[in-house]
């Protein structure tokens, strides 16, 4: 089968949402915690976390067009702390709740019975059933022309997590911790992990660190 950019553009706007939400591949999927000065909570999905680099430990994510508003960047700039938190088996159909467009004054901890935890004086909210939660703090806003996103960069200052997923030479083992992925944008995933290979060096073979 084949589509080029005429047939995309053609599209129904939903059934080309899906096609080109699908075609990345399995994302990594996370819920947003964020809570304004007053302490009004919000809760939210992405799909669009991504590593940007380790030192310092940098994480980006991409917000779409406003409006609708977008409580969770607004609750980001006007505090400087959100927490990414892990999505789990247990959890995977509240997250995707908190997907609708609540009004601003909703929190979606409260209608998705999900538990907002705070540890160590951070300001945002954890979200307790997740088993991988990250505070981190905000470091620059980049708006990207082409398409009027906004790319938020924040760096991780908490991490929590169980003991026995982390590896000693720091490598997590996410399938331990329940963690799932997703495809699109409503399609959920368990993994299965095939190897772990070591750094690959030019003229030196590989070998699996299992």
């Known amino acids: 089968m084949y589509i080029d950019k005429t047939e995309i553009e053609q599209l129904e706007k939903q059934k080309?949402?899906?096609?080109?939400?699908?075609?990345?591949?399995?994302?990594?999927?996370?819920?947003?915690g964020t809570?304004?000065?007053?302490?009004?909570?919000?809760?939210?999905?992405?799909?669009?976390?991504?590593?940007?680099?380790?030192?310092?430990?940098?994480?980006?994510?991409?917000?779409?067009?406003?409006?609708?508003?977008?409580?969770?960047?607004?609750?980001?700039?006007?505090?400087?702390f959100y927490t990414i938190n892990h999505i789990n088996e247990t959890i995977y159909k509240q997250a995707h709740q908190t997907s609708a467009r609540y009004e601003s004054?909703?929190?979606?901890?409260?209608?998705?019975?999900?538990?907002?935890?705070?540890?160590?004086?951070?300001?945002?909210p954890f979200v307790a059933e997740s088993n991988i939660q990250l505070g981190v703090e905000f470091k620059e806003k980049v708006d990207i022309s082409i398409n009027?996103?906004?790319?938020?960069?924040?760096?991780?200052?908490?991490?929590?997590?169980?003991?026995?997923?982390?590896?000693?030479?720091?490598?997590?083992?996410?399938?331990?911790?329940?963690?799932i992925t997703c495809s699109g944008l409503d399609s959920y995933h368990k993994t299965i992990q095939i190897?772990?290979?070591s750094y690959a060096k030019p003229y030196k073979e590989i070998t699996s660190l299992l």
């Not at 949402?17 to 990345?24: A, E, M, T």
């Not at 310092?56 to 609708?68: A, C, Q, T, Y």
């Not at 996103?149 to 399938?175: A, K, R, S, W």
């Open 195 to 197: 190897d772990r290979l």
């Open 148 to 179: 009027n996103t906004t790319m938020i960069i924040g760096e991780i200052v908490q991490i929590y997590l169980p003991e026995n997923c982390l590896h000693d030479d720091g490598f997590i083992d996410l399938e331990k911790a329940n963690t």
């Open 35 to 80: 809570s304004d000065k007053n302490g009004n909570e919000n809760l939210a999905i992405f799909s669009s976390l991504f590593h940007i680099g380790a030192n310092p430990p940098l994480i980006g994510m991409i917000f779409r067009p406003s409006p609708p508003e977008r409580d969770t960047m607004s609750n980001i700039l006007e505090t400087g």
């Open 105 to 124: 004054e909703v929190s979606e901890f409260q209608v998705t019975n999900l538990k907002p935890e705070y540890k160590n004086n951070f300001f945002a």
């Open 16 to 32: 080309r949402v899906h096609l080109i939400n699908s075609l990345g591949g399995f994302k990594s999927v996370a819920l947003v």
